[in-house]
């Protein structure tokens, strides 16, 4: 099962679909630098290799490079997931910096597998499911060519929605030329997190949609080894999150659960909480089984 932690609630795009269960949180929450390393190590020594690190944005936190070095020094292969704008500038929210600058040289020496969202193949069809008031699409671009300068592995994480589906040829042909990325990630919209359930009807697509999308991609990028389908179905109970509470869940996708838009974590497959010495050993047990779906 795959470990993802989230180092930080910031994030500066609000998106209209955002899946992070960190908006169910209590504002501010965060895991200290200190407890978040002392579980990874003893983790490591269970047999756990492979974090994936997300948020909010986790490029956000302040001290993510010292962080991401501490993580990386015990061993772990680290994916990072990140909207990626503060590798080419500093992010104020009303007139305060919410992100400095980040060097995409050291992001791309600690950094396994750096995922950046591209949803579209214009800023506008980028901007139905994120919102900014800057030109989403050729940030994005500038971001993968900074990473790549420094030979970052870069994975495209693209969301399929309801708004995006007729950009799908252009999207692919865009993807394309970026010949330099290591993967092109495609998910089928979950209704996950506060705003993904709230706003799910503007955005949620149905199986066979995906599969029709996810057949003109391979019209256009045939047989290429680079691309992932996401299906919602497969990601049911596949990871582990461990949330800025310390929380350590397991998703379970029950429509039942999705139908009720207060969502509680205590109702989910809540394992224990990393701020509890004694729940590691039990959190690790359920991080080693390969798929908890039998
Ligand atoms: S979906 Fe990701 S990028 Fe968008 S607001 Fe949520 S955390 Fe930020």
Redesign the pocket.
Known sequence: MHLNIFVSQK?F???KG???F?RIEKCGQFISTKTLVSFLKFAYNKGINKVTLC???PLTRKDIIELLKQIKSIGYLISLDT?GTSIIKSIKNNGEVIAEKTPAKEIAQLVDNIGI?IDGSTSEIFKLF?QSNSDLLSEQLKICEELHKYGANICINTVAHKGNLCDVYNLSSLIKKLDYIQKWQIFQYAPLGKYGILNREMFEITENEFNNYKSKVLKVLKDNDKIQFKDFKERNKAYMLIDNSGNAWIPVYDEKLFSDKNIKIEERKLIGNINNVDDWEKICNCLRKEDDRK
Do not use: A, I, Q
């Open positions: 994030c795009l609000y998106c955002c899946y992070s960190s948020g909010g944005d909207v969202p994120r």
